[in-house]
């Protein structure tokens, strides 16, 4: 079955720090990737997205490439800010599942001034 | 963009009682709307998928018995937790796909059920 793996938390940065949360996936055919954030008291928001091999989602600063040989969509930034602290949830949906989305553990970022 | 508002946020019960979580689509109209639930450190795991004037499907293990999901209009939907039991404490997360299915989930902020 499909499932999607992401590094625990809690992860701890610095401002201006480099900011990497993996991800990997397993599913079969050529599902759609996404990156949601839940921010403390809110509801998942969509950052970014990715709907096949090679592409690169982007928002926010945020990136992440789908990365089919490696079955990877990482998270990175360059460079945090604290209001970027909240809980990231890497997702994917296979073809045609009609938003059935398959969710990772989550992994919560904790950013220092 | 759309915003889903869940009610309530928070509920604390006693064993035995029920306990209904509703989910609200407050700038736009839902076809079709998602019930999650997500234990401490875990994924969110689909519950079931609420169709507006239909039963509701629901995911393999899911006592649909125990979890009544009613999707009454095109913005709002229910989740009932029946008898509940300290078990079925958790936190529930509902989504919502607008009726131009574009595409994109709009989620709610979630709901934290505690049973004593």
């Known amino acids: 079955g499909n499932s999607v793996t992401q590094m625990e938390g809690p992860v701890t940065l610095s401002e201006e720090a480099f900011l990497t949360i993996n991800c990997t996936y397993t599913?079969?055919?050529?599902?759609?990737l996404f990156w949601y954030v839940q921010y403390p008291g809110e509801g998942l928001q969509l950052l970014l997205k990715?709907?096949?091999?090679?592409d690169k989602g982007s928002n926010k600063g945020f990136e992440a490439t789908y990365r089919k040989e490696t079955t990877s969509f990482h998270l990175e930034k360059g460079s945090v800010q604290v209001s970027d602290s909240a809980v990231y949830f890497c997702?994917?949906?296979?073809?045609?599942?009609?938003?059935?989305?398959?969710f990772g553990g989550g992994t919560r970022l904790m950013v220092k001034p | 963009g759309a915003v889903v508002s869940q009610h309530p946020s928070r509920v604390i019960c006693k064993s035995g009682t029920s306990v209904k979580i509703e989910c609200r689509s407050l700038?736009?109209?839902?076809?079709?709307m998602f019930w999650y639930r997500q234990f401490p450190k875990q994924s969110l795991m689909l519950m079931a998928t609420?169709?507006?004037?239909?039963?509701?499907?629901?995911e393999q293990g899911v006592e649909k018995d125990k979890f009544l999901i009613n999707h009454a209009s095109l913005t709002l939907s229910t989740l009932t937790v029946t008898s509940a039991h300290p078990e079925d404490s958790s936190f529930y997360i509902c989504?919502?796909?607008?009726?131009?299915?574009?595409?994109?989930?709009?989620f709610g902020e979630g709901s934290r059920l505690t049973v004593l």
């Open positions: 989504s919502a796909r607008t009726i131009q299915n574009t595409g994109e989930l709009f």
């Open positions: 599913a079969t055919g050529y599902p759609s």
């Open positions: 990715a709907t096949k091999a090679d």
């Open positions: 997702a994917l949906e296979p073809n045609n599942a009609g938003n059935m989305l398959t």
């Open positions: 700038d736009f109209q839902a076809t079709t």
């Open positions: 609420s169709n507006e004037g239909s039963k509701a499907t629901y």
